[in-house]
C-alpha cells in the first residue's frame, strides 16, 4: 500500500512517499481504509524529534482518521466491516497517512453522518483537546466566564462553540483575520489582540483562562490577574508552562490530549445535531503531505487540512 513514512526523525525532507505492506489486524484491533488523514502541529513536532512522544520508527503520521472498516481482529464484537468511522489513533504508532491503517477498536466510533466522511477525519483530537480542556481540566460549569486566547485556531473555535452551548459567557481573543470565525462560532465577546490591550477590554474576572495559542511566556503570565480567586489557568502549549497564582488559590493546567471513546462518540452526536461544526480549510492528496510539512516549518498552517489517499 501507498504510505507517507519517516525513517529517522529530522526536516520535513525526511518524509518519504512509500510502498509497504498493508497490516493485518491482530486481537482488538480493527484495519480502516482510510478515506482521510488530518495533518495536526504535533505531527511536524514528532517528526522533527522535539516532542517527548515515543514513536516507533519508521512512523506513519497521521492520528486523525476517518474511513471505513475493511477487515476486524479477534475479539472485536461491536465493529463490523463496511461501518464508517472515525479515529484518534496512538500518536506512537502508525498513523493514516497511508491507504490503510491498524486501529485499536476501543478508538474508533461511528463517523458523523452529515459531513462528508473525509471531512470527519478534522474532528477528533482536536474537538477532544477542546473538550477536556474546557470541562476535565478548566471544570468550567453552566453560568461562569472563561477567557480563551487563540479562539481563531482550530481547537479554539471548537472551544467557543461547546462553551456557548454550555451556558458559559465567552470572551474570546482573535486577530482580524479570524474574527469572523469566531464570531460564527458564538463567542459574547471578542477582543482583537492585535490593536487591544486583553487585560483592559474585561469587563470583570473570568473564572477560567484557556489559552490555546503560541504566546509570550511574560504576557501570558500578565493575563493570570484576569481569573478570579480560585479560578484557573488551562494551555494546550506544553512547550511552556502554565502559569498560575498560588496565592490566589489559581491553579494551572496544561492539556495532553487524551482518547475518550465515549467522548468523542457525544462529539459526532453533536456534529450530527447540527451544534458542532467541522471546519476543513484545505484537501490535499497524500503526495502532497512532505509539502505541507514543509509550508508548516516554514510559515504554519492556518485552519485545518485533511489528507487524501
Not at 480502516?32 to 515515543?54: E, K, Q
Not at 470572551?171 to 460564527?184: F, K, L
Given at each position: 500500500?501507498?504510505?507517507?513514512?519517516?525513517?529517522?526523525?529530522?526536516?520535513?525532507d525526511v518524509l518519504e512517499v512509500v510502498d509497504i505492506d498493508?497490516?493485518?489486524?491482530?486481537?482488538?484491533?480493527?484495519?480502516?481504509?482510510?478515506?482521510?488523514?488530518?495533518?495536526?502541529?504535533?505531527?511536524?513536532?514528532?517528526?522533527?524529534?522535539?516532542?517527548?512522544?515515543?514513536?516507533?520508527?519508521?512512523?506513519v503520521p497521521g492520528y486523525d482518521v476517518s474511513g471505513s472498516?475493511?477487515?476486524?481482529?479477534?475479539?472485536?464484537?461491536?465493529?463490523?466491516?463496511?461501518?464508517?468511522?472515525?479515529?484518534?489513533?496512538?500518536?506512537?504508532?502508525?498513523?493514516?497517512?497511508?491507504?490503510?491503517?491498524?486501529?485499536?477498536?476501543?478508538?474508533?466510533?461511528?463517523?458523523?453522518?452529515?459531513?462528508?466522511?473525509?471531512?470527519?477525519?478534522?474532528?477528533?483530537?482536536?474537538?477532544?483537546?477542546?473538550?477536556?480542556?474546557?470541562?476535565?481540566?478548566?471544570?468550567?460549569?453552566?453560568?461562569?466566564?472563561?477567557?480563551?486566547?487563540?479562539?481563531?485556531?482550530?481547537?479554539?473555535?471548537?472551544?467557543?462553540?461547546?462553551?456557548?452551548?454550555?451556558?458559559?459567557?465567552?470572551?474570546?481573543?482573535?486577530?482580524?483575520?479570524?474574527?469572523?470565525?469566531?464570531?460564527?462560532?458564538?463567542?459574547?465577546?471578542?477582543?482583537?489582540?492585535?490593536?487591544?490591550?486583553?487585560?483592559?477590554?474585561?469587563?470583570?474576572?473570568?473564572?477560567?483562562?484557556?489559552?490555546?495559542?503560541?504566546?509570550?511566556?511574560?504576557?501570558?503570565?500578565?493575563?493570570?490577574?484576569?481569573?478570579?480567586?480560585?479560578?484557573?489557568?488551562?494551555?494546550?502549549?506544553?512547550?511552556?508552562?502554565?502559569?498560575?497564582?498560588?496565592?490566589?488559590?489559581?491553579?494551572?493546567?496544561?492539556?495532553?490530549?487524551?482518547?475518550?471513546?465515549?467522548?468523542?462518540?457525544?462529539?459526532?452526536?453533536?456534529?450530527?445535531?447540527?451544534?458542532?461544526?467541522?471546519?476543513?480549510?484545505?484537501?490535499?492528496?497524500?503526495?502532497?503531505?512532505?509539502?505541507?510539512?514543509?509550508?508548516?516549518?516554514?510559515?504554519?498552517?492556518?485552519?485545518?487540512?485533511?489528507?487524501?489517499?
Open positions: 500500500m501507498k504510505a507517507v513514512q519517516f525513517s529517522q526523525t529530522g526536516g520535513p498493508r497490516p493485518e489486524p491482530a486481537a482488538g484491533q480493527v484495519r480502516i481504509r482510510v478515506v482521510a488523514s488530518a495533518y495536526n502541529a504535533a505531527d511536524g513536532g514528532m517528526r522533527g524529534g522535539f516532542l517527548p512522544i515515543p514513536i516507533e520508527l519508521p512512523h472498516i475493511d477487515a476486524v481482529g479477534p475479539d472485536v464484537t461491536d465493529l463490523a466491516v463496511g461501518d464508517a468511522v472515525i479515529a484518534f489513533l496512538p500518536m506512537e504508532r502508525d498513523g493514516g497517512a497511508a491507504e490503510f491503517v491498524l486501529a485499536p477498536a476501543e478508538a474508533v466510533v461511528a463517523a458523523p453522518t452529515s459531513v462528508p466522511l473525509a471531512d470527519a477525519a478534522a474532528l477528533p483530537s482536536v474537538a477532544l483537546t477542546a473538550w477536556q480542556a474546557l470541562f476535565d481540566d478548566g471544570r468550567l460549569e453552566s453560568g461562569q466566564r472563561a477567557l480563551i486566547v487563540g479562539a481563531g485556531g482550530v481547537v479554539g473555535k471548537y472551544a467557543v462553540q461547546l462553551a456557548r452551548r454550555a451556558g458559559i459567557h465567552v470572551t474570546a481573543t482573535a486577530s482580524p483575520r479570524s474574527i469572523d470565525g469566531v464570531r460564527a462560532a458564538g463567542a459574547d465577546r471578542i477582543v482583537d489582540h492585535t490593536t487591544s490591550d486583553v487585560l483592559a477590554s474585561l469587563d470583570g474576572k473570568v473564572d477560567v483562562l484557556l489559552n490555546f495559542a503560541p504566546i509570550d511566556p511574560d504576557l501570558f503570565e500578565s493575563y493570570v490577574a484576569a481569573v478570579a480567586d480560585g479560578g484557573a489557568v488551562v494551555s494546550t502549549t506544553a512547550f511552556m508552562a502554565t502559569p498560575g497564582d498560588e496565592e490566589r488559590s489559581v491553579r494551572a493546567a496544561t492539556v495532553f490530549v487524551r482518547r475518550d471513546r465515549e467522548r468523542l462518540a457525544e462529539l459526532v452526536g453533536l456534529v450530527d445535531e447540527g451544534a458542532l461544526t467541522v471546519e476543513v480549510t484545505r484537501r490535499i492528496p497524500l503526495d502532497e503531505l512532505p509539502a505541507l510539512h514543509a509550508e508548516a516549518a516554514e510559515s504554519g498552517i492556518a485552519g485545518k487540512v485533511i489528507v487524501l489517499p
